[in-house]
């Protein structure tokens, strides 16, 4: 399984951005698709998911400002829209995915993609 991130950038203090990940590969079904954040120095932490369902999960400081899309039963491809951006925001943004391929179609497991990096200047 293979997860592509893209949309990260330069943006002032107010600004947006759109985040995509795109998976491909050998998956059978897809459980959630999330997106992590780790500013340095820091763990990395979630900032969002949506699980196959639709029900979507975000992090206090998150809400009202992110939203996460896709629809994880028809597509691979998860999007975050990132409002009123803060430099609080700054990092390295990981896409996950959590599910099962059909070499292994019993096993929950996690993917990775390579990140992509957000910078919020104030």
């Known amino acids: 399984v293979q997860l592509q991130a893209s949309g990260g950038g330069l943006v002032q203090t107010g600004g947006s951005l759109r985040l995509s990940c795109a998976a491909s590969?050998?998956?059978?079904?897809?459980?959630?698709m999330g997106w992590y954040r780790q500013a340095p120095g820091k763990q990395r932490e979630l900032v969002a998911s949506?699980?196959?369902?639709?029900?979507?999960?975000y992090a206090d400081s998150e809400k009202g400002r992110f939203t996460i899309s896709g629809d994880t039963a028809k597509s691979t491809t998860v999007y975050l829209q990132m409002n009123s951006l803060k430099p609080e925001d700054t990092g390295v943004y990981y896409c996950?995915?959590?599910?099962?391929?059909?070499?292994?179609?019993?096993?929950?497991?996690?993917?990775w993609g390579q990140g992509t990096q957000v910078t919020v200047s104030s």
């Open positions: 590969g050998n998956i059978l079904s897809i459980d959630s």
């Open positions: 996950n995915l959590e599910g099962s391929t059909w070499s292994s179609p019993f096993n929950k497991l996690i993917y």
């Open positions: 949506i699980a196959s369902g639709g029900s979507t999960t």
